[in-house]
């Protein structure tokens, strides 16, 4: 086998008898394959850290997140982006996913985006991409033209980059100022990216949006008081963050927080100072949103 394949291409040893196995060998198959990722990201945590910070001290200058990607990392980046604003009540510009072909191609496979380096040109002068964002391309292979030509555009405007990618040769690492390579392997099924390296994309990602939420404050604790109330499940969440942090009964936390317009940090000010939503907000204006140091 030529060595030149992308190891992500090559045929995995322990599957290839996968097409004549039981329903739970196949199953057995795939779990064990999928135990590794966990494995190889450990041995990243390091750089993964960087990441985090680099991303964070954008945020705090005023800066925005860009996930780019074709394909399942681009999917993949759309995901971890729409979950910030209801997790973290951010506003949707903050973090943004982008995929090659559009949001069509959330659905369907768009012939030939990830190889063209004009869409990528005209996805991100579309977004006005500034010196205090973060622009990070995500790719198993790290060789598509799309995600190369996005990285490369952005260390052209002095903008930070990272790559996220499960293969050591990726080009698009040579315009990333941080590099994250989790080597997964070959896959169960040869090439189907979407599964071990669809892991560890989604693993990682979670990791730098969550890492770069919890330094600018958005947890207190590992309670998600930035939570944005938006349905029955959610609500239950934040009377129950309520009543934990500020010692209340529940009903004290659900009545300040249908009074005050669902805002959980607020609400935990009011109920811990005995004092109204104006003042708890300001409290938390001047400590930049951060609860810990009102608190504390």
């Not at 293969?167 to 080597?183: G, V, Y």
């Amino acid at each position: 086998m030529s060595e030149d394949i992308i190891i992500t291409e090559k045929t995995n040893p322990n599957t290839v008898d996968i097409d004549v196995s039981s329903s739970f060998e196949i199953a057995q198959m795939i779990n064990n394959e999928d135990l590794k990722v966990a494995v190889e990201i450990s041995k990243k945590l390091d750089v993964i850290a960087k990441a985090i910070d680099l991303i964070a001290e954008n945020f705090k200058k005023g800066g925005r997140l860009f996930y780019f990607g074709a394909g399942t990392s681009g999917r993949l980046g759309v995901l971890d982006a729409s979950e910030c604003p209801p997790t973290f009540n951010t506003d949707p510009n903050l973090v943004q996913g982008i995929i090659a072909g559009g949001d069509k191609a959330l659905r369907f496979a768009i012939e030939g985006a990830e190889d063209s380096s004009i869409l990528a040109k005209e996805d991100f002068d579309k977004l006005n991409i500034k010196n205090n964002d973060t622009v990070v391309s995500i790719s198993a292979s790290g060789n598509a033209n799309y995600v190369i030509e996005i990285l490369k555009t952005a260390k052209e405007q002095n903008i930070k980059t990272i790559s996220l990618t499960c293969n050591p040769n990726a080009k698009m690492s040579l315009f990333a100022d941080i590099n994250i390579c989790i080597e997964t392997g070959a896959e169960t099924i040869s090439g189907s990216t979407r599964m071990k390296a669809g892991t560890a994309q989604k693993m990682v990602l979670n990791m730098l949006t969550t890492g770069a939420m919890v330094k600018i404050g958005k947890t207190y604790k590992n309670f998600m008081v930035d939570v944005k109330p938006t349905n029955i499940k959610l609500k239950d969440r934040a009377i129950r963050i309520v009543s934990s942090i500020a010692n209340s009964s529940k009903d004290d936390a659900q009545n300040v927080l249908e009074n005050n317009g669902w805002h959980v940090k607020e609400a935990i000010i009011q109920l811990k100072n005995n004092i109204d939503f104006d003042t708890a907000k300001t409290l938390l204006e001047n400590q930049n949103g951060i609860l810990r140091k009102v608190l504390e």
